[in-house]
């Protein structure tokens, strides 16, 4: 069994050196859809494969950084342009206004810069793109079994086998910290 979370997001990109109307700097609401899978099921009477506000806490905590904002190819000439207006105007490393911040990641595909509110990708940021970038993001917090992205017109799912199991509070479903407790309800394994 599954347990399904579905997320908003908010950004701007665009395919740079594409050619067509999507070369130029738009914007959409994607949204993604995470399906997390487990072997063990929780106690009987909690009756949850994993809690979807869990799911949705510990994928929000990265995912943050995709909403509001913008989304680049590294080699995009716009980035350093872009960057530099940020910095004249004073809000390229943070602002007070700039809250809603993510925590910083860097993987192999993309690197987050919250401060600034850009995300700056290896490859062109496409719903393919996009779930390339979340699985590698969530694969070791969450037993993903499938991610599916849709923006606009496009959409792009990818299915995962699971197989280990997160060792997880058998009275509210949330992962036990490296000590066996619950972060959320105190239980000890
Ligand atoms: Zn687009
Ligand atoms: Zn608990």
Known sequence: MRSITTFDLQYAH????????????????????????DSVSVNPGVNMVYPCNEIRK?????LKNFDHALILREDDPLLPAILDVYEKQGIK?????????????????????????????????????????????????????????TSGVNAASQEYKVTGTID????????????????KCGYKK
């Open 93 to 149: 490393n943070g602002h007070p206004q700039n809250r809603m911040k993510g925590e910083a990641f860097k993987t192999e595909w993309a690197v987050a810069y919250p401060d600034s509110r850009l995300v700056v990708t290896k490859e062109t940021m496409t719903v393919e793109g996009m779930i390339k970038i979340v699985y590698d993001l969530l694969k070791d917090k969450l037993n993903i079994a499938k991610l599916t992205f």
């Open 58 to 62: 510990v994928a929000w905590d990265v």
């Open 168 to 183: 997880r509070c058998p009275l509210c479903g949330v992962a036990l910290n490296e000590e066996g407790e619950c972060p």
């Open 14 to 37: 665009r395919f740079y050196g594409f050619q067509g109307e999507a070369q130029y700097l738009h914007g959409h609401t994607g949204v993604l859809t995470i399906e997390v899978e």
